[in-house]
């Protein structure tokens, strides 16, 4: 989660580039998964340019133990906090981390023209990609906010405008058309239609 909030993306934006459901990713965060495999931490990691699965757990204990922890997450306004608090014996709270970052709802309402600037942006590249000889084999969501990134002159672009643009372009009767595919293996996946 780190990561991702230090890159600045939302949960939903990296569930997007993994080509996974919109809550997967915020899913993940909240421990709803009993297990995770190495294929999908990979891809995790892929997405937020972490070149190695590392971690690190400060503590000053010299044992190991179970501790009891309480998560709190807070939505403000402006800002999300994330809190674990460590449950002691007495029943008080100790906190073990406090991360802040943007509410990605406020900024999509505080700034709504860039917004619609970034899909709009992205809706012409999608397009002109489509006009050419892109998208002939399924391409993940990844691959295509990167080409759409190298392409783009708006400074901060973002994976929603993507995935908002994708999401128009599939639902259109217009030609050159999109098709998104779910897939077992790699999630979904965008090509062309016929």
Known sequence: MLKRIAKGYSASEVSFLMGRDDGAVGKLERFYYKTLTLEYLHIYTSILDDDALNGIIVSDRDEWHDINY???????????????????????????????????????????????????????????????????????????????????????????YVQAALNDITQSKDYPKLKRI????????YEKAF
């Open 70 to 160: 309480q998560i709190v997450k807070t939505t403000e306004r402006t800002v999300i906090r994330h809190e674990v608090f460590e449950i002691l014996n007495d029943n008080n709270l100790r906190q073990l981390f406090n991360l802040f970052e943007p509410n990605p709802e406020y900024d999509k309402f505080k700034y709504s023209t860039s917004y619609e600037m970034g899909i709009e942006q992205a809706r012409e590249i999608l397009k002109s990609l489509l006009e050419g000889v892109s998208f002939q084999t399924p391409e993940s969501p990844l691959d295509i906010y990167r080409r759409c990134r190298r392409i783009c002159t708006y400074n901060s672009f973002r994976p929603r």
């Open 182 to 189: 779910k897939t077992k293996k790699h999630g979904y996946l």
